[in-house]
């Protein structure tokens, strides 16, 4: 085997390899979200306590990023060590509330936990994904999102599942997924490898955040990114709700745990994942800003196809939020792929977890937003609502496709010197 041949193998097992750690790491995420319906039961919680189940998370994941981000934690720890230490703190904390916790008051901090710890995992793997992919990089970042997506979907099936087979306790949901995270800690701390492009440790300087903020090209993949927040998490969070009362009106499905659980994996999980390779692959092909845009336009006429077709036919709302789960992750890889090529090489995982960390905060908006939004206007408006950020994107990779078709480093994005993307 010559030298190419055994470096692209060796990326190519590494990327593998670092998507199996974000799909098994990342079924905690939406664990307790999962099994809200029946926590409502056991716990005696409304519907809006149930949320602070995500949002804890998401507020965790926030905390955790603004931390790595500041102490630049990502770009001068060793990554997979990072990564393994994080995951097997997120089993932990998962484990704990199957374990023994009964109400909704402990599990609120071990949520935020959970939150903190995850956000050691993915925009590390981003940058350990980068480490090892010039070329192609878009796909391979690509592979790396669907596995988020994937992952971020197991509870669902899990719990889909468990309704499935005798319908077992919620408690179950969370020991497969703690027990799926902890395997993510051990192939991080095991085989997981920093690649020959990653650069050295950069001396500590947080004044870099500021640039994110000044240097033109950063801050348009940033308010891409935000857009593309506004909507996802949101929509991963209350599809399982928003079928639940649209097959009520329609009458013609089964509303049960299992088959509720099924399609929203269906939606999230496999649809997910064809969204973000082909995102990938054609943002390699086409130009990443230009194809996240329109995927951005795709995702808003879904949310305002999803409002008109509430309560309709399952056979007309499913291919709606089949190209939804499509659309609405399809760009979020070429969000960070733009990042790790318009900013500064050596602070890559400092920009990406600012990045995240960011974003996520807007995610807390609009996840408590919509049931608010729900009791105001209806299921209609809220999914109408979320519209807003996809739309708001897509402006922002416009003008980023126009920076990057006026520089050198052309539409594709291809920054080889990693030298910031200022602009006009």
């Avoid at 956000?119 to 793997?125: E, F, K, L, R």
């Amino acid at each position: 085997m010559s030298a190419a041949s055994a470096a692209s193998f060796s990326a190519r097992r590494q990327l593998a390899l670092i998507a199996l750690v974000q799909v098994l790491a990342m079924s905690s995420w939406f664990s307790a979200s999962a099994v809200v319906p029946s926590l409502r039961d056991d716990w005696g919680i409304s519907t809006q306590q149930g949320t602070l189940l995500t949002i804890a998370v998401q507020l965790g994941f926030v905390t955790g990023a603004l931390l790595s981000a500041v102490l630049s934690l990502a770009d001068r720890w060793p990554a997979p060590l990072l990564a393994a230490w994080s995951a097997a703190v997120a089993a932990l904390a998962t484990a704990t509330i199957a374990l023994g916790v009964d109400s909704l008051g402990p599990a609120l901090p071990l949520r935020f936990l959970t939150g903190v710890a995850l956000a050691g995992v993915y925009p590390t793997g981003i940058k350990l994904m980068a480490s090892w992919f010039e070329r192609g990089r878009g796909l391979a970042i690509g592979v790396l999102v669907g596995a988020l997506t994937l992952g971020s979907a197991l509870p669902q099936l899990l719990n889909g599942l468990a309704g499935a087979f005798g319908d077992l306790p919620w408690r179950s949901v969370l020991f497969a997924s703690a027990a799926l995270c902890l395997l993510a800690a051990a192939i991080a701390g095991r085989w997981v490898r920093l690649g020959p492009l990653a650069a050295p440790a950069p001396p500590f300087d947080p004044r870099y955040l500021l640039r994110l903020v000044r240097d033109r090209g950063p801050r348009l993949a940033n308010l891409g990114y935000f857009g593309h927040c506004w909507e996802l998490y949101a929509m991963w969070t209350w599809l399982p709700a928003y079928l639940t009362a649209s097959f009520a009106i329609s009458d013609t499905w089964d509303g049960s745990r299992s088959a509720i659980g099924l399609i929203a994996f269906a939606v999230i999980g496999l649809a997910g994942v064809a969204g973000a390779l082909a995102g990938g692959w054609l943002g390699d092909r086409v130009g990443r800003a230009r194809v996240a845009g329109g995927a951005m336009a795709i995702s808003a006429s879904c949310c305002l196809l999803a409002a008109a077709a509430y309560g309709a036919s399952p056979y007309l709302l499913l291919p709606i939020l089949v190209l939804w789960g499509i659309s609405i992750i399809a760009d979020s890889g070429l969000f960070s792929t733009l990042m790790t090529e318009v900013a500064d090489r050596r602070y890559v995982g400092t920009a990406l977890t600012m990045q995240t960390a960011v974003g996520f905060l807007l995610t807390v908006v609009t996840i408590n937003a919509v049931p608010y939004v729900v009791d105001w206007v209806g299921w209609r408006g809220a999914m109408a609502m979320l519209a807003i950020g996809p739309v708001a994107g897509a402006v922002a990779m416009a003008r980023l496709d126009g920076l990057l078709g006026s520089s050198a480093e052309g539409r594709h994005g291809t920054n080889s010197s990693r030298k910031p993307i200022a602009g006009p």
